[in-house]
């Protein structure tokens, strides 16, 4: 019944720029955090940002300063700017979203299929 679609994957330089952005889609009645993880691989999954519905937000510490998690709850979408790119960077992005889909129901969480983002040296 909800869906999440990110766009905005792709190759970039070391040092360069890219935003991510995830739109979930569905019988929502409300959405909760909502944050983005990636994997490399052969490793573990690691969670990359997360923003709560009144905008707080929280940081992997390899990240924090270079990324940048925002959200437009009109829109059920979030984002994720990424600067000054590093080639450790490069791995499938996830988007995570903790969400409603009826009242007196459960909140469940919901996963995107992934974007590549690779980051060349």
């Known amino acids: 019944q909800v869906q999440l679609v990110e766009s905005g994957g792709g190759l970039v330089q070391a040092g360069g720029s890219l935003r991510l952005s995830c739109t979930a889609s569905?019988?929502?009645?409300?959405?909760?955090?909502m944050g983005w993880y990636r994997q490399a691989p052969g490793l573990q999954r690691e969670l990359v940002a997360t923003?709560?519905?009144?905008?707080?937000?929280n940081y992997a510490g390899s990240v924090k300063g270079r990324f940048t998690i925002s959200r437009d709850n009109a829109k059920n979408t979030q984002y994720l700017q990424m600067n000054s790119l590093k080639p450790e960077d490069t791995a499938v992005y996830y988007c995570?979203?903790?969400?409603?889909?009826?009242?007196?129901?459960?909140?469940?969480?919901?996963w995107g299929q992934g974007t590549q983002v690779t980051v060349s040296s």
């Open positions: 995570n979203a903790r969400i409603l889909t009826r009242w007196g129901g459960n909140w469940a969480e919901y």
């Open positions: 569905g019988t929502i009645v409300s959405i909760t955090t």
């Open positions: 923003i709560t519905s009144v905008g707080s937000t």
